[in-house]
């Protein structure tokens, strides 16, 4: 293939070989054929080939009047046109290749001797799911798209209808269809770092049946991944034009002809597209065109990039204004904050519940794994019974230089928070005063967020001075910075949560942040950013529009190929919908009626956790409980008696904790009751099938929200879930759905 040609042009040759790390010419003419099968390779080899036949063939031919590329091919077409130079272009289908060859179990099949409505119409009709109409390559050959099986399984359905010919084609891939967008998503990312030039000759659309109009090139090459190939309209729109069937030049380093009989059939069955409705169409256009740089600026003012606030990102060093929030019991694992990482994207590992020992050696894992400089942070939740546990965290995040944590269930500012804030304070040449341990505090209440708005209280302050845990230079910092950098508002969400709403929340926070800067002219700014129920498009650009700085996902994390728990908790979410939570009292603060939400669906454990906190609250003690209900609890919740239970919790306890539980029977039975939750959440992260209907899942129904909107695509399975993908499919959606929702909004009224 394209044998003549790779010495006539030696210095494009040369190049191509650069840019894809191998001989292009010795791939075109040696093979292996397994190689040239693979759209990874195939795509840049159509390329470069038909690039050069349309290079020779131009030598001795006068510019055409339109150019047309199927595919892959459009790409050609582009540069035959000056739209981008040869080397970009490869570039681009390169990446191209490489993404849509990453889809698996596609397959595509041509149907000839229908038209295009009445192979939709067999789809409709039988429910297929998962098979698209991926090419109009004539009005009576339509080529199918989707999982490999499910288009294999419509054979009969089409011959049943009709149909002359079926035949499966040597792809591996859904092509042109919406199970392509993890690599549409990608690629739009990739595809921003190119300009177009506006085209010196008309390039007909693959997308849209029409030339390409400069300034929308890239956007039409991006939707081209997932959109249906018009190439049937594309050849009537150019006959149209006045261009004869016999004015077509095939440029093609294939053997035999494909796109001129594609030409002689579309013409003999439909003919040429009817000149009146062109003519409509471009009358529309030359009156839209008044209003079209107006729209063009609102349609394409977001970007994923910009969205949320640029100097939070910069001062965190984030690609996004997005974060991973800290699961507990690393969930949130050292796999999520290091995957995150190298894309530029901060998480939080999850150090609830997990001894200090443990902690250390998930820093240390997270450090030696990612670049100096690259983001990430711990989470630091609150420990109000335990002050120790907080100082010993703290003394681990300075010992290790964590600059940024994310400060959880903190209903006031604690002495080990400032500790953490005053060994970072450094007051600059400027006379500003900067911090290196950052701090973002999780709050749902503005009362709470005033605290960590305001500077260390003087007590604490005094009492870390009396102490020499700070000296009086950081004490003299403090009194000048507020205890945070960031408030991130919680809303109702998976594990402890307020229930609030985030309509009322956010707005009442970013006031109370407006009125607190004002205090601090020597201190950066103070970011607000918004979490709890973010699981859609939708949810994330409400944050945005109502002005939070950046988002905070959760929920949506933990059923990722990164997340820290077990198979049999990921196959669960990823079947749950918005309804299948229900909240649970928590294991450790139960007496002080704090709730979790968790998963309900397929489980028992909401309904046992609110059955042990009614009998805690009834009774004064263990002995007080009737013994069928204590046989129950003791046979179908434990497994094991609660006197085998108490000897485990005497081993986790502190002595002081054991010998109160001895004096006071209510508080020992607290302990035993506290010891089915952390069971529970044991048995869910390690999936013990044996106590399955016991696992305690803290979720929001944000995960459910998620399943739904990206169901039928290819992140359906969990296993095919990272935590950085959804970051960046998240907000590039969220970007574009701005765009339309603003465009729309901005479409002139009509009055009736």
Known sequence: MGEELFDQFSSLVKSADEILGYSVAELCTNGPNERLVSTS?????????????????????????????????????LFASGVIDFESGLRLV?????????????????????????????????????????????PHQIVLSGLREEVERTESLFLNSGATHFKMLQVGGAFHTPLMA??????????????????????????????????????????????????????RYVLAKGVGVNDFEEISPAIMPIVKPMVIRTNAEAGPLDLAILAQEELATTQDSLVANERSSISSVYDARSLGSARFCEDFNLKYAYLAGGMYQGIASVDIVVRMAK????????????????????????????????????????HSNFPELEESLVDLLLKHQVRTIEASAFMEVTPSLVRYRAKGLVRQSTGNILALNKIIAKVSRPDVGAQFLSPAPDRIINKLLESNMIDREQAELLSGVPMVDALCVESDSGGHTDQGMPFTLVPAMLRVRDEYQQRYPTFGPIYVGGAGGIGTPEAAAALFVMGVDFILTGSINQCTIEAGTSDVVKDLLQAMNVYDTDYAPSGELFELGAKVQVLK??????????????????????????????????????????DDVFSEVRSAYPSAEIERAERLPKHRMALIFKRYFKDATRWALTGNLEHKVDFQIHCGPALGAFNQWIAGGPLIDWRERHVDDIASLLMQETAALLNKRFLLMHQPRVSH
């Open 601 to 642: 669906k397929g489980l028992f454990f909401p309904a046992r956790a609110n059955k042990l906190v009614a009998l805690y609250h009834q009774y004064e003690g263990i002995e007080q409980i009737d013994s069928q209900t204590r046989q129950q609890i003791e046979g179908r919740y434990f497994k094991r008696s609660f």
């Open 343 to 382: 894309a530029g994207l901060m998480a939080f590992f999850g150090t609830g519940g997990l001894k200090i020992e443990d902690i250390e050696s998930a820093i240390l894992t997270i450090q030696s794994r990612i670049a100096n400089g690259s983001p990430y942070g711990v989470n630091f939740i609150a």
């Open 94 to 138: 390169k990446k191209r290749g490489e993404l849509m060859g990453q889809a698996k179990a596609g397959g595509m099949a041509a149907v000839l001797g229908l038209k295009a409505d009445e192979v939709a119409n067999v789809l409709e009709q039988h429910a297929v799911q998962n098979v698209f109409i991926a090419n109009f390559n004539t």
């Open 182 to 235: 993890n690599a549409q998503e990608q690629f739009q990312e990739f595809i921003h770092q190119f300009s177009f030039a506006p085209p010196t000759i008309p390039v007909i659309s693959n997308v849209t049946s029409r030339p390409h109009v400069a300034g929308h090139i890239a956007e039409l090459m991006v939707q081209q991944i997932t959109a249906p190939v018009r190439w049937s309209d594309s050849i």
């Open 41 to 77: 390779f195939t795509q840049p080899a159509i390329y470069v080939v038909t690039a050069l036949s349309f290079l020779d063939k131009q030598r001795n031919s006068s510019a055409p009047d339109y150019l047309l590329g199927h595919s892959v091919a459009e790409y050609v077409a």
